[in-house]
């Protein structure tokens, strides 16, 4: 199994430009999440999907992000307009429904200038 | 300026020796347990779980004990080697099997050649 797919791996935009991140879960994983980490937060959750609907979206930091799953093999975390404190590696991870181990793929880092 | 960030708690240690990285929790309706390892510019990767019912569970190198009554979790790593030099964070759930992980702050282990 390739295990989960992010891409791009490195983004550098700047300020005010759309971003988007995208993730190919783990095949047969009917849960997917987005974090953000950052040398202030840690590991922040920022939204997760089950079954490609979008469950708990209470981590994401405004209206300038936003997330879709349109099929249980993709899904993308955009953020329009970007901001320099939007820089972050971004982490998307799938699980089995009803397990709880969370695969994480490589991540997305991103900086915005 | 200077930047501020998550002051991470480190452990050093000496090549050969045996490392234990502690992780205390504070949901006591939590009851599956796992440890990540997070190497430089990579995702979180999984080493070893545990559910409420056990007190230790084995693994390739690698121990996870769970003490429920102090709600502490640690893991243990023999014979530390230089590729285990990665941030390590512990994580929990209830389990309903449909929530996501609870992440700590991690600890930064630096394994000293």
Redesign the interface.
């Known amino acids: 199994d390739a295990g989960?797919i992010q891409s791009p791996r490195h983004e550098v935009t700047e300020m005010g430009q759309e971003v988007t991140l995208r993730c190919k879960p783990i095949s047969g994983h009917n849960?997917l999440?987005w974090y953000r980490q950052?040398?202030?937060?840690?590991?922040e959750?920022l939204i997760?999907f089950?079954n490609n609907v979008p469950i708990?979206d209470s981590g994401m930091p405004e209206d300038r992000f936003s997330a879709k799953m349109p099929n249980a093999s993709f899904s993308t975390l955009k953020i329009q307009p970007s901001e320099p404190r939007d820089s972050a590696v971004y982490?998307c991870?799938s699980r089995e429904?009803?397990?709880?181990?969370?695969?994480?793929?490589?991540?997305t880092r991103l900086l915005v200038l | 300026g200077e930047s501020v960030g998550l002051h991470l708690p480190t452990l050093s240690v000496q090549e050969g020796d045996n490392s234990i990285i502690n992780c205390a929790y504070s949901n006591s309706a939590s009851d599956y347990f796992i440890w990540y390892k997070q190497e430089s510019g990579k995702g979180p990767q999984f080493i070893i779980d545990i559910r409420s019912n056990m007190d230790k569970r084995q693994g390739q190198r690698v121990t996870v004990l769970l003490n429920k009554t102090v709600k502490h979790l640690s893991l243990q790593i023999a014979a530390t080697q230089p590729g285990d030099s990665a941030v390590y964070f512990c994580a929990e759930t209830p389990n309903s099997g449909n929530t996501p992980l609870v992440f700590g702050k991690g600890t930064r282990l630096s394994v000293i050649a």
């Not at chain 1, 950052?38 to 590991?43: E, F």
């Not at chain 1, 429904?97 to 991540?107: A, D, I, L, N, S």
């Open positions: 989960v849960s999440f950052t040398m202030m937060r840690g590991l959750l997760y089950n708990d982490f991870a429904h009803f397990q709880e181990t969370q695969y994480f793929g490589p991540g």
